[in-house]
């Protein structure tokens, strides 16, 4: 009896704060003027050529120099591949019990 009273109060809130939220969203705010009216609406024209994959290359390394990245790694040992799978395994059994309690409230 209890929950079905939660849940229609919870139903309610939101019902309630959602129409105020709609209202306040569609309410004009401030005082009108004539000027906003009659104000001209401004536009952008943006114009370029379209650059060759060669061109594009020339412009990014004439930005910055070339970039160049550098991955380096090493091997895990056995123990150290558990211990990661274990973390990552904890990590997604947390992050499904908090949706799971989320989901339940």
């Known amino acids: 009896m209890t929950a079905i009273f939660k849940t229609r109060v919870v139903i309610m809130t939101a019902v ?5 939220a709609l209202g306040s969203a569609f309410s004009v ?4 003027t004539g000027n906003t009216a009659s104000a001209a609406m401004q536009t952008v024209t943006i114009t370029a050529a379209r650059m060759t994959s060669d061109q594009k290359l020339a412009y990014d390394a004439a930005e910055s120099g070339i970039q160049t990245v550098v991955i380096s790694a ?3 040992t056995s123990e150290q591949k558990l211990a990661m799978d274990q973390e990552q395994e904890f ?3 947390s992050v499904a019990d908090a949706a799971a309690r989320q989901s339940a409230i």
């Open 16 to 20: 309630v704060a959602a129409a105020c």
């Open 74 to 76: 090493r091997k895990l």
């Open 29 to 32: 705010s401030g005082v009108a």
């Open 91 to 93: 990590a997604q059994k």
